[in-house]
C-alpha cells in the first residue's frame, strides 16, 4: 500500500522493490528454499572444502553478501525515512538478521557437533524462528505506524464480518 501511495515519490523504487524482497522471503520461508540448497551452495562455492562449524549452513555466506547489497541499495532511502519509522526499519533488521544469520550461524555450528536430532539444536532452531518472527512483527509495525503517523490519509479499516451476520441457530 505505502509503494502505491508513494509511487511518485523519489524512493517509489526503494517501496516497491522491498515489498518484492519481503514477498520473496516469505515464499522461502514456506517452501524452505535455503534449507533444500545447502548442501549444492556449498558445493558450488567452495568446492574442495567441506563447509563445517558456523558456515555448515552455507547459505549464510549467500544471505550475508545479499544483505550487504540491500545494505547498499537502500542506505539513502533508510536515512531519508522520518526517525520513528528509520528507527523501527533498522531494530526489525537487526533482529531479524540475528536470527536468520547469526543464531542460524550457531545451529549450524551446533549440528555439525551434535546433529540434527537433539533437544539443544531444537531450542537454538526455535530461537531463530523466533527472532525472525520478531523481526517481521517489528517491520509490520514500522509500516503501520509510518502509515499512521506520515500518510494519514490512508485508511485501514479492519470489519468484523459476524456483525454483519445474523445468528443462526444450528
Known sequence: MIAIVESKSQYSFHWKSLS????????????????????KIGRWLMPSFKMSGFLSFAWVIVGAVFVLVLLLTYWKFIFSLPSKTKFLFILSAIIYLAGVIGVESIGGWYADLYGYQNHTYSTI?????????????????????????YLPYIKIHIQDKKKNHKKSNY
Open 20 to 39: 518484492l524482497v519481503f514477498f520473496v522471503l516469505a515464499i522461502d520461508e514456506a517452501v524452505m528454499i535455503h534449507e533444500s540448497t545447502i548442501p
Open 125 to 149: 532452531a526455535t530461537f531463530e524462528e523466533a527472532l525472525e518472527m520478531l523481526g517481521v512483527l517489528v517491520f509490520i509495525y514500522a509500516l503501520l505506524q509510518h502509515i499512521n503517523l
